[in-house]
Structures are given as C-alpha cells and as structure tokens.
C-alpha cells in the first residue's frame, strides 16, 4: 500500500479550513469563561455579548491600581528595638566566661555570631516594619582590667539618610575579663 502523498496545495487547503474553523469558534458569542478567571485575573465581570463577541468590554470597578509607597505604613519602633537589642545583647555577653581575655581571632567569630543573631532579632518581622534594611555592626574592644586608669574610645558613624524613616541604635555591653562589646544597628527605609 502506497501512502497517500500530501501535495503542498492541499497541506495549505487542510490548514486554512483548521484555522478557520478555529477562528469562528473563538468569535462566537456563547463563549465560556472559567469561574476562575474572575476571580483570580480580574475579580469583576466580563461581558462578551457587546458587538457581537469581538470586542470584549470588561466591566471592572473593583481593580486595584498598583500604589507606590513614598514611606513606610508603621515606622521602625526604635525605642522597642533598643529595649529588645540590649536584653540580648547583656544576655550573650553575660554567658561568656568572665575570665575569658582578649584573643583577636575569637573575638572576630564572637563578633560576627552577635552581629548575626542580632539582625535576626532585628528582621522585620519581628518588629512589624517592612521595606527597611538592617545593619549591624559589632565591634569588640580591649579594655583595662583594673578600671583605674581612663581610656576612651569614639566611634563614629556617618549617613545620608531621611531623618523621619531612618535611625540607629547603639548598645555596649562588658564582655569577658578584659573586653566591651559595642554594636550599633542601622535601620534604612528603602523605597
């Protein structure tokens, strides 16, 4: 048996009559729409019966229209976050041995573990703000054991930021035999 050889008019007859039979389906007017549509797409009603099916009008009043934010819904609590930074904070610290002294390479994984767990405190979900960034910075110091000569020791911060969104919180807390921990947490809105 031989197959039946398609000519190339008849393969383009046989693809016109599809699309055609295609095309009269679509621009019927008894067209189903999915219960789904409305309500996750449009949440409205559409109505295909006007001019006959081909230039469907959607009936819509409850779309939202896409909103830009120029500033947060609730501001960053600062006062709350500092009262919670610095229970934590003293909490950590105080589970450090107090005969523990300075040692740089410790002190930098120490720093780097309370910063984390600092910042997961301070995440936006905890304290009911969104769109903010959170910066911690930890830094540990060595001190004089015996309190009796004076040191100092500034540490200093510069930002460009909005004043009304925008903040820092700075904590210190003792930490060991010889040593102050002192970590500062920026709070940045970002549009």
Same mark, same amino acid.
């Given at each position: ?16 009559? $599809? ?27 559409? %109505?295909? %019966? ?39 904070? %003293? @909490? ?10 300075? %040692? ?26 969104? @769109? ?14 015996? @309190?009796? @000569? ?9 930002? $460009? ?18 040593? $102050? ?11």
């Amino acid at each position: 048996m031989e197959s039946k050889r398609l000519t190339t008019r008849s393969m383009l007859q046989r693809v016109v009559n $599809l699309t055609k039979h295609a095309h009269d389906f679509q621009s019927s007017v008894n067209v189903a729409i999915p219960s789904w549509y409305n309500y996750s797409f449009r949440r409205g009603s559409v %109505n295909f %019966n006007q001019a006959q099916g081909l230039n469907p009008i959607a009936i819509n009043q409850n779309l939202q229209t896409s909103r830009y934010a120029f500033g947060p819904y609730r501001k960053f609590d600062f006062s709350r976050a500092q009262k919670i930074l610095q229970f934590e904070l %003293n @909490r950590r610290c105080a589970a450090i041995s107090k005969f523990m002294q300075y %040692n740089p390479k410790l002190c930098r994984e120490l720093a780097q573990d309370l910063s984390q767990k600092l910042r997961r405190l301070t995440k936006p979900d905890i304290l009911n703000s969104t @769109r903010y960034k959170i910066i911690v910075l930890v830094t540990i110091v060595q001190t004089v054991p015996d @309190r009796q @000569r004076h040191q100092s020791l500034t540490i200093v911060s510069r930002c $460009l930021w909005n004043h009304e969104t925008d903040g820092s919180i700075t904590l210190h807390a003792p930490l060991g035999y010889d040593m $102050l921990a002192i970590a500062t947490v920026f709070a940045v809105y970002t549009d």
